[in-house]
Each structure stands twice: as structure tokens, then as C-alpha cells.
């Protein structure tokens, strides 16, 4: 047996690690910082993924964006959502721009599920500055609870 610098009934799944992962990496790419060199986009939008029994939910915070400027895509297991916020028009000469915090540019989230998704039926909706997608479950990988029974030897 290896031996390993830890023991092996640690508290969390290796799922736990890689979310934990995916989130600082997410904040260091996206944490005020440009990106467009790294990977391709200028700001990357909030976005909250929930699980129900039937169907995901993502909400995705869209501030200044309109709704034609969006585009969610869905391949196999993969959804993409992107698009861009269009920069202000610039203000005449005689204007100063004293501060500018918001981001502007090209945007692009992905998510992929855990389990197969009924692409044909995913639905989305913009409202105030959130866009709010449903994306069903397929029926065969809802699962189901396994009888075990007995077997007398």
C-alpha cells in the first residue's frame, strides 16, 4: 500500500477541490484584471448555477447589457453564454473622464452538467439586468433508488 502524506478518509471529494479551484481561478482571471490576451474575453459576468430535481437554473448578471447582445448556446452537456457590452459613446474633447470601473467588451461563461440535458428544451428569459436560463434534465439520467434484495445461500 502507499504511503501518502495524508490520510485517505479526508472530509470532502475531490469535486469540493476542483470547484475551490475553479473559483480562485476565476477570481485571479477575472478579478479586475484584462483578459482579452489570456483568454479571449474582457470581463466575465456573476453567474449562479442551481441544481432541482427536474432542471438547472443559471442566473447570470448582465448590468448595461441588452438583451440582443446575448447569445446562449447548449452542446451536449456544455452551456456557453456570451456576448458584449457595448463601451458608451466616448464623451466630446471638452469632457474629463475622471474614473471608469465598469467593465465593457466581450464576455463568455461556460458550464457543463453533470448529466445529459434536454438541449431542445432549455429556455431563457432577460429581465433588469438578469438573464435567468432553465435547462431540463434528460428523463433517463434523473436516476431512481436501486431495490436490493435479498439472496438466501
Keep these: 500500500m502507499p504511503n501518502f502524506p495524508f490520510p485517505s478518509d479526508l472530509p470532502f471529494s ?9 473559483r480562485l481561478l476565476d ?26 430535481p427536474e432542471a438547472y437554473h ?6 448595461g447589457v441588452a438583451a440582443g447582445d446575448v447569445d446562449v448556446s447548449i452542446l451536449e452537456k456544455e452551456i456557453t453564454i456570451k456576448g458584449v457590452k457595448m463601451l458608451p459613446d466616448e464623451p466630446p474633447e471638452s469632457v474629463r473622464r475622471l ?5 465593457y467588451g466581450s464576455f ?14 432549455v429556455s431563457a428569459a432577460f429581465k433588469a439586468g438578469v438573464l435567468s436560463v432553465k435547462v ?11 431495490q436490493v434484495r ?3 445461500e
Design 27 to 52: 477570481r485571479v482571471m477575472h478579478g479586475g484584471v484584462t483578459t482579452a490576451p489570456l483568454d479571449g474575453q474582457d470581463w466575465a459576468p456573476r453567474i449562479d448555477v442551481v441544481e432541482h
Design 58 to 63: 443559471i442566473r447570470v448578471e448582465l448590468p
Design 108 to 121: 463568455c461563461r461556460r458550464y457543463t452538467f453533470g448529466q445529459d440535458v434536454e438541449d431542445q428544451s
Design 150 to 152: 435479498a439472496i438466501d
Design 14 to 22: 475531490l469535486q469540493d477541490v476542483r470547484g475551490e479551484f475553479d
Design 99 to 103: 474614473r471608469s470601473e465598469c467593465r
Design 136 to 146: 431540463p434534465k434528460s428523463p433517463q439520467t434523473k436516476g431512481h433508488k436501486v
